[in-house]
C-alpha cells in the first residue's frame, strides 16, 4: 500500500496563491505518474494536472495553465502543486493521486492506485 497525504490548502482571496503538496509514504511503488485533481460540490471530479515521475514531463488542464505549475522532489517522494492567481472558481477538495500504468498526459483518474484523502481549497473574491 501507498499512503498519500496532501497538505496546503486553506481559505485565500481571489489573486493569491497557494502551495499544495502531496507526500508519498508506505511502499512507494514504481510510480509512473503522480496527478492533481480537484472536485467542487456538486460537480464531477477534475483533471488538474500530472507529472512523470522520471522524466518530469507535465500536462495541465486548459483551466490551469499557466496559473498552476506542478513539481516534484524524488528524494522525497513529493509532488507539488504551486497555484498563483487564484480565482473563486478553483474552490475545491483538491486530490493527489499516483499510478503505475504507463500513460500519455495521464488525464484519466482510473490510470491512477492510490488516492490521497484531499485538502480544501477556498477562494473568495
Known amino acids: 500500500q501507498v499512503q498519500l497525504v496532501e497538505s496546503g490548502g486553506g481559505l485565500v482571496q481571489a489573486g493569491d496563491s497557494l502551495r499544495l503538496s502531496c507526500a508519498a509514504s508506505?511502499?512507494?511503488?514504481?510510480?509512473?505518474?503522480m496527478g492533481w485533481f480537484r472536485q467542487a460540490p456538486g460537480k464531477e471530479r477534475e483533471f488538474v494536472a500530472s507529472i512523470r515521475w522520471s522524466s518530469g514531463s507535465t500536462w495541465y488542464a486548459d483551466s490551469v495553465k499557466g496559473r498552476f505549475t506542478i513539481s516534484r522532489d524524488n528524494a522525497k517522494n513529493t509532488a507539488y502543486l504551486q497555484m498563483n492567481s487564484l480565482k473563486p472558481e478553483d474552490t475545491a477538495v483538491y486530490y493527489c493521486a499516483v499510478g503505475s500504468s504507463l500513460c500519455s498526459g495521464c488525464y484519466d483518474p482510473r490510470v491512477y492506485d492510490f488516492w490521497g484523502q484531499g485538502t480544501q481549497v477556498t477562494v473568495s473574491s
Open positions: 508506505g511502499r512507494t511503488f514504481r510510480a509512473f505518474a
